[in-house]
């Protein structure tokens, strides 16, 4: 039988919170050195020169095949230029292009594009 009551589940109190340090409120004695608080975290991206990761977003879309097998087509091309290039990476390339755009062009773009019903198909009861 055990006999060991289980851990409860409290929250943890937040760690205390220290203010940084004013070289003026330090009382300076010449026998002693002022040590000041080193700000910890603000320069250790651009010391280390570390890049912030961009949170990636996973997302599902709806195409008609005619646009699916474009993105294969771009593939083979650049695959034949020499460049290995995923589908989200032909995807990303053609929102840039089309942030260059002009509003006009941008619409007009927008416009050609086949409208496709959205959600998932119902499910069909035979």
């Known amino acids: 039988m055990n006999t060991k ?3 409860s589940k409290q929250a943890t109190p937040p760690p205390a919170i220290m203010e940084p340090v004013n070289s003026e409120s330090l009382v300076s004695n010449e026998s002693e050195p002022v040590i000041e608080a080193a700000d910890s975290g603000a320069n250790d991206s651009i010391k280390k020169g570390k890049h912030h990761k961009t949170k990636v977003v996973r997302d599902s879309f709806s195409f ?10 771009l593939k083979k091309t650049c695959l034949t230029a020499g460049v290995h290039v995923k589908k989200s990476e032909v995807l990303r390339a053609g929102l840039h292009a089309l942030t260059q755009l002009g509003i006009d062009e941008l619409i007009q773009a927008v416009e050609k594009v086949e409208k496709v019903q959205t959600g998932r198909p119902s499910a069909s009861v035979d």
């Open 64 to 73: 008609p095949e005619n646009d699916y097998r474009k993105i294969s087509e």
């Open 5 to 7: 009551k289980p851990k």
